[in-house]
């Protein structure tokens, strides 16, 4: 793997049947095989992804006593703020040498689901960081209906099979900043290896090289996008739903050349999900005798649980 395949979303979007066709079929094949996208043709404006990375360059540059004040504790950093190492990747214990700041969903008070997610923590001296972030928040989670509605295609499920579960989801966009590094880190990484827990996962760029996913090799494979386009990649979620058939492939954030440890790296990904109760029950079209079901049955929202706790944000 020599790098992500790259693909157009407006052939599915806007494309005819023969262009719509081709995207789901090399989009499917790609997910199977390395798990990780560029897409073209997405939903989010350079202007506002300039503009919010901007706004999350203004945040991290707070005093830490600042930032402090958003941290609200009981929520498992599903909102507001996280300090610097309290996340670890599943199966380490080094904190990872990152702090960020999620944004979640804000259903409609009618909805079911409403009383279910925790509000959103505003930062008053920093007025337009929530209204630029939910601007992206809603851009990428109508890119990210569009790619599962081409996967739902590629599994020989009808179109919307995904619609109403990730309708009010509980997706999280993450702003996230890792910080220079000022001492040997030991075993700390920016990010160490992990696979993501949600369905899809929509990157809408970073601010330095660092990504790199692990291939079928065993070669880690730096990433990069260009201006135009988003990293989207396989989760958890979906790889368990598939029965295998979709990967979830192991990535990382690595620390920069001992040269440029006194920099910083912003990154900001859009972690899509279903609403807590989505069973993720392996799909009967991802299992025969060579693939035989590989996961008991589980809902959404349990299995979140069950990962906040393995990465150290909730006890």
């Known amino acids: 793997m020599s790098a992500i395949p790259s693909l157009n979303l407006y052939d599915f979007t806007r494309g005819d049947a023969t262009r719509r066709a081709s995207f789901v079929r090399s989009l499917g094949h790609a997910y199977e095989d390395v798990g990780f996208v560029a897409v073209s043709g997405h939903t989010l404006s350079d202007a506002l992804s300039d503009a919010?990375?901007?706004?999350?360059?203004?945040?991290?540059?707070?005093?830490?006593?600042?930032k402090l004040q958003y941290e609200v504790v009981g929520l498992a950093g599903q909102r507001g703020y996280t300090s610097f190492g309290r996340e670890h990747a599943k199966g380490r214990t080094a904190g990872d040498l990152k702090e960020f700041?999620?944004?979640?969903?804000?259903?409609?008070?009618?909805d079911p689901v409403f009383g279910e997610y925790p509000q959103n923590?505003?930062?008053?001296?920093?007025?337009?960081?929530?209204?630029?972030?939910?601007?992206?928040?809603?851009?990428?989670?109508?890119?990210?209906?569009?790619?599962?509605q081409a996967i739902a295609l590629f599994l020989s499920l009808p179109e919307g099979y995904f619609?109403?579960?990730?309708?009010?989801?509980?997706?999280?966009l993450r702003a996230i900043h890792y910080g220079p590094i000022t001492e040997e880190p030991r075993?700390?990484?920016?990010?160490?290896?992990?696979?993501d827990i949600n369905l899809i996962t929509l990157l809408m760029g970073a601010s330095a090289d660092g990504l790199e996913v692990l291939s079928r090799e065993g070669d880690w494979v730096p990433v990069t996008a260009l201006p135009n386009q988003v990293v989207v990649n396989v989760g958890d979620m979906l790889q368990r739903l598939t029965n295998n058939q979709l990967k979830s492939t192991?990535?990382?954030?690595?620390?920069?050349?001992?040269?440029l440890w006194g920099t910083s790296r912003f990154s900001i990904p859009f972690f899509l999900h279903p609403r807590s109760a989505m069973p993720l029950d392996c799909l009967p079209e991802c299992i025969d005798e060579a693939h035989p079901l590989a996961y008991p049955p589980i809902t959404a929202g349990d299995y979140l649980d069950e990962r906040l706790r393995e990465i150290g944000l909730k006890a």
């Open 187 to 195: 075993d700390a990484v920016r990010a160490a290896e992990h696979e």
């Open 121 to 148: 923590v505003r930062v008053p001296i920093l007025p337009d960081f929530h209204r630029l972030a939910m601007e992206a928040y809603r851009a990428l989670e109508s890119s990210g209906r569009s790619i599962l």
């Open 52 to 66: 919010l990375y901007a706004e999350v360059r203004r945040f991290f540059a707070l005093e830490t006593r600042v």
């Open 163 to 172: 619609d109403a579960h990730i309708e009010a989801g509980n997706s999280i």
């Open 101 to 110: 700041f999620q944004f979640g969903q804000e259903p409609d008070p009618s």
């Open 250 to 259: 192991t990535h990382r954030v690595v620390n920069p050349q001992r040269e």
